[in-house]
């Protein structure tokens, strides 16, 4: 089995935690966060890093009980790199001093510019004197620790990189993970090559790693797979089948509330194309009958979500002997976060998943793309043999078509909407557009306008048209079209699409927006 290095990333609770691995991951290197809580001695020693990073974080070490990286760390032979907070506790804990104050706070941009002596881990800097960076830090260290030169100042950091190259111990103030510290990457790259890392983590390399896991997991037993039609539920199902073959059988619930041509697009795919085992379920009589009369958006979500259960569990039972159930975890769902506030957060909207059916089940779950980020699983389906048309496709939510009509769902409404959505998709693709926009639909709104075709007067149906550009769905922008393609895209949408006589464009952010309407 191929074994890869790996790194491990410490967590003082940034917000940019998460950057830190991205970089790392862009440079083929394996790595793995976890809140410091959780890393003491003995973890360090069976994780068993080829280098360490200690990320930012929001306490302060002058706290009495604030977070601290493992005693043996410094013991560890490998090197570390330690940033922002990960730098201070790293100067504390190693005999420099950390201050709070005096006016020494810094947020934003600064220039760094270099010390008298050369840095490995800065190859590539300072080619115009100085280095934009990033900053955010309260506290500041007033004294490095002993065995500690100086290799970059800022205005307000004496102290903005510094190192012990005998020990491979490296301090930066700064966050080299964001996009505002332009030679960021850069900086992480010099640091995983100086600790040996070769760059082996390929998807070449996980896909033939993760089959070897899947088998040894489940033996001769049964799998069973939800298939959403989504990027990351299919990737999961054909990783799967590659492994133990015929011992896998998905499930595709057709809700009633897909895209135009989704289900049968699906079926061709998995059974066709993939010969994979497939019950595909017609349930929309079901989840549409159960839907009628409710408007509420949560109603919605609860009820669809309770529906996919139920339905998921009748058509699991009939797979005799199923002892597992293959999930599409990603990584960014299973980071442990360090919370500092301690409350649950807000529910804005009940994601609908199958979550609670293992349980319920008493089936074990194999989530092969655990480890992965959500590029990566894009990567991994590339290379899988997943057509880019299919893999490059916008998210499309569990709940389906029934959050883009706000209001009663009705039949009606729902063709309308498909057909909207479909002609609107076909101008973004014939505009080449398709790949710049992170996730666009139609929506069908709940009222009706009047409007004048031919001679006649029309009572008909307003569509409201949505395009974001975003990272991970958590903040989004509205996606800038030009005048002519929206011109454009209303007409075909008013004279193809029977039942529309109005379009609108949503040109809401989020936050204050969500992405979908409800
Ligand atoms: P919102 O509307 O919350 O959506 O800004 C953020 C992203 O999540 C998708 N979404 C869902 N995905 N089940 C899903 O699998 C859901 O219940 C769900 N609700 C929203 C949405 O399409 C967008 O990509």
């Not at 839907?291 to 958006?297: C, Q, R, T, V, Y």
């Not at 301690?342 to 529910?347: A, D, I, K, L």
């Amino acid at each position: 089995m191929t074994q890869h290095q790996r790194l491990l990333i410490i967590d003082f609770g940034s917000q940019v935690t998460q950057l830190i691995a991205r970089r790392l991951r862009e440079l083929n290197i394996y790595c793995e966060i976890h809140p410091y809580n959780r890393v003491d001695d003995a973890f360090l020693a069976s994780f068993a890093p080829q280098a360490v990073i200690l990320s930012g974080g929001p306490d302060s070490v002058t706290r009495p009980g604030s977070p601290r990286a493992p005693e043996a760390l410094w013991s560890f032979g490998v090197p570390v790199l330690g940033i922002c907070y990960g730098q201070q506790t790293m100067m504390q804990q190693l005999g420099g001093l950390v201050e709070s104050g005096h006016g020494t706070a810094e947020f934003g941009r600064a220039f760094v510019t270099p010390g008298a002596d050369k840095l490995s881990i800065l190859d590539g800097w300072f080619t115009d004197g100085n280095e934009q960076v990033w900053m955010s830090h309260g506290d500041h260290v007033s004294r490095i620790a002993p065995g500690f030169q100086v290799y970059g100042t800022s205005p307000n950091a004496p102290f903005a990189i510094t190192a012990d190259v005998s020990r491979n111990f490296y301090a930066v103030q700064f966050h080299p993970e964001v996009h505002h510290t332009p030679k960021g990457a850069k900086l992480y790259e010099n640091f995983v090559r100086l600790a040996g890392f070769t760059g082996d983590w390929t998807m070449a390399g996980y896909r033939e790693q993760a089959i070897a896991q899947i088998r040894a997991q489940v033996g001769d037993k049964q799998v069973i797979c939800g298939l959403s039609g989504g990027v990351d539920s299919s990737v999961a199902a054909i990783l799967i089948h590659e492994a133990i073959g015929d011992q896998l059988t998905c499930v595709f619930v057709d809700h009633g509330l897909l895209r135009k041509d989704e289900a049968a697009q699906v079926v061709a795919m998995f059974r066709d194309n993939y010969n994979i085992k497939l019950i595909a379920a017609d349930e929309s009589d079901l989840f549409l009958g159960e839907l009628e009369g409710i408007s509420d958006p949560e109603v919605k979500r609860k009820t669809i979500g309770r529906l996919f259960i139920d339905v998921f569990q009748k058509y699991a039972n009939q797979i005799e002997g199923a002892e597992f159930l293959a999930q599409g975890t990603l990584y960014p769902d299973v980071i442990e976060s360090v919370s500092f506030s301690g409350g649950p957060s807000v529910t804005i909207k009940s994601h609908h998943n199958v979550g609670g059916l293992p349980e319920k089940m008493g089936l074990k779950l194999v989530e092969p793309l655990r480890e992965l980020f959500k590029d990566e699983v894009r990567a991994l389906g590339r290379e899988l043999g997943l057509p880019q048309s299919f893999i490059g496709r916008h998210p499309f939510p569990g709940p389906g078509l029934a959050i883009r009509c706000p209001g009663e769902i009705t039949r009606e409404k729902l063709e309308i909407l498909r057909n909207a959505d479909a002609v609107y998709i076909d101008q973004i693709r014939k505009h080449g557009l398709y790949d710049d926009i992170w996730q666009a639909f139609a929506a069908i709104l709940p009222m009706r306008t009047v409007g004048v075709m031919g001679d006649g007067r029309t009572y008909d149906y307003a569509l409201a048209l949505r395009a974001v550009t975003s990272v991970d769905g958590m903040t989004a922008d509205y996606y800038p079209y030009t005048h002519e393609f929206l011109g454009e895209t209303a007409t075909r949408i008013i004279n193809e699409v029977k039942g529309v006589n109005r379009v609108f464009y949503d040109c809401t952010s989020k936050p204050p927006g969500t992405i979908e309407l409800e």
